[in-house]
Structures are given as structure tokens and as C-alpha cells.
């Protein structure tokens, strides 16, 4: 029986391969959907590769399940602690839907945002989201912090600089109101 072992593992590896490779075709090509089922199989042939869980979780935050990406990226932090996609991922996933997220989603999606940025500076994204964490909290100046760091990381997110130029106009309205109240 031992002589079937390699062979054994070397067709697992092969099927494991196979199932990683169509998974990943497909949540690059949008089918995030499709590739749920592809990605489930080949993280449970090895729930130890990295990229094959944090592709399935990529693609259970793809399509809004995302209580389904947490357990597997939190074990991914314990394997893989300094890389950064995974931290960002998280972030993701703990914050869900941003209009229905609690307190509690977002403290916990600042945090693994944060120490995705503490990994990797410049990851991408993760300022952004940040700040649009804290613009949703009304935490204004806060949020023009993390788009100003977005900016620097991508000058041409023009998405970021949209929201940094709404945010100060919001600011000196608000500065202009008070001055005229007195």
C-alpha cells in the first residue's frame, strides 16, 4: 500500500492543481459565483495554500458572503501573519455591507485594515476603504486623513481625490456656517 501513497499524492496534487487553476480562471474573469464551488473543492483537498483560500474567500466577498470568508482568512492570519492581501480581505469581510455594518464590524475591519497597511504601506485600497470607513462614521477629518494617504499611494484614484475635495467642502461650509452663526 505504501507504494500507491506517492501516486496518491502526486494525483491529489494534480487534481488539487487542476481545481486551483479553473478557480482562479474564473474569479478572474468575473465568475466569482461559479468559482465558489471550483475553490470550496480545492481548499479541501489542501485548506493549507494560501492563495487557494485566500482566493475563495476573495470570491465569498465577490459575492456578498461575507460571514463565510471570515473564518478562513482569520485561519490565514495564523498561517500566513505578514501578508498583507490577507489583512486586506479581512478588512473586507468584517466590514460586509458598509451601510449595514455595525460599530463593532467596522472597529473590527479598521484594525485588519490597519495591519494590512503596517505590513505593506502602500497596499492598495486599503486607505481608501478606511476612509470611507470613517466618512460613513462622520469621523470627517479622520476620513480626509486616509484619502489624502490614498492619494499618495495612487495620485490617480480620482475616486479618492473625489471624496477629499467633497470632504473639505463639507468642512468649510460647516467653518463658514459657524462664522456666520456669531
Keep these: ?28 474573469a468575473g465568475q466569482a459565483d461559479k468559482a465558489i464551488s471550483v475553490l470550496k473543492k480545492a481548499h479541501a483537498l489542501n485548506p493549507e495554500h494560501i492563495d487557494a483560500a485566500l482566493n475563495l474567500s476573495a470570491a465569498y466577498i465577490l459575492t456578498r458572503q461575507f460571514r463565510l470568508a471570515v473564518p478562513i482568512l482569520e485561519k490565514l492570519t495564523e ?28 472597529q473590527r475591519a ?12 502602500i497596499a ?22 486616509w484619502f489624502r494617504r490614498a492619494i499618495q499611494a495612487n495620485p490617480r484614484d480620482r475616486d479618492a481625490h473625489a471624496l477629499l475635495q467633497k470632504l473639505e467642502n463639507k468642512t468649510d461650509q460647516n467653518t463658514l456656517d459657524k462664522s456666520e452663526e456669531n
Design 110 to 121: 479598521i484594525a485588519a485594515f490597519e495591519q494590512a497597511l503596517a505590513i505593506d504601506p
Design 79 to 106: 498561517i500566513a501573519p505578514d501578508n498583507a492581501m490577507i489583512w486586506t480581505n479581512l478588512g473586507a469581510a468584517y466590514l460586509g455591507n458598509p451601510i449595514l455594518a455595525s460599530d463593532e464590524d467596522q
Design 1 to 28: 500500500m505504501n507504494a500507491n501513497k506517492p501516486e496518491n499524492d502526486t494525483a491529489l496534487q494534480a487534481r488539487f492543481e487542476a481545481l486551483f487553476r479553473r478557480g482562479t480562471e474564473m474569479l478572474h
Design 124 to 145: 492598495p485600497n486599503v486607505a481608501y476603504n478606511l476612509g470611507l470607513i470613517y466618512r460613513d462614521r462622520q469621523e470627517y477629518e479622520t476620513a480626509k486623513k
